[in-house]
């Protein structure tokens, strides 16, 4: 009897403990705080229409690219781009710089931002804690 109460005490502390992790993130509220983010850092060569700058930014809008694995795009802002990149069907060779001082939070709410902006409808949430573990 006292191992069946142990274990169901083990039992029940992993499921609080898990779901703890599992809660839902607010999409939205990541969405409008991703939009300040965008403004400020973002804008200059993704342009205010997320349409980039001809041969040189890529577009955020209207992009498959954005489905890509949120690995791929957040070492993207983590890490910096470098050299060719393929966006749209059409080729980049622009460079941007690690925006690695923004803080966890303001990397996956412009990753937010950007994949339910612009014509764009990507539901599937990119969490800070993602950006931590890649940080």
């Given amino acids: 009897m006292h191992k069946v109460v142990v274990s169901s005490f083990i039992v029940i502390g992993i499921l609080v403990i898990t779901s ?4 839902k993130y607010d999409l939205k509220k990541s969405v409008e705080r991703g ?3 965008y403004t400020t850092y973002c804008i200059t060569c993704h342009m205010a229409d997320g349409n980039g700058t001809a ?10 690219y954005l489905k890509n694995p949120a690995k791929i795009l957040i070492n993207i802002i983590l890490l910096g781009q470098n050299g060719d990149i393929t966006v749209n069907n059409k080729k980049y060779n622009g460079q941007m710089p690690a925006q690695n001082f923004l803080t966890d939070e303001q990397i996956a709410d412009v990753l ?3 994949r339910n902006s612009f014509g764009n409808k990507i539901p599937t949430v990119i969490t800070p804690q993602q950006v931590k573990v890649l940080r």
């Fill in 112 to 114: 937010n931002y950007t």
């Fill in 20 to 23: 703890s992790f599992l809660q």
């Fill in 55 to 64: 041969d040189v930014y890529p577009p955020v809008a209207k992009t498959a």
């Fill in 35 to 37: 939009k300040e983010v």
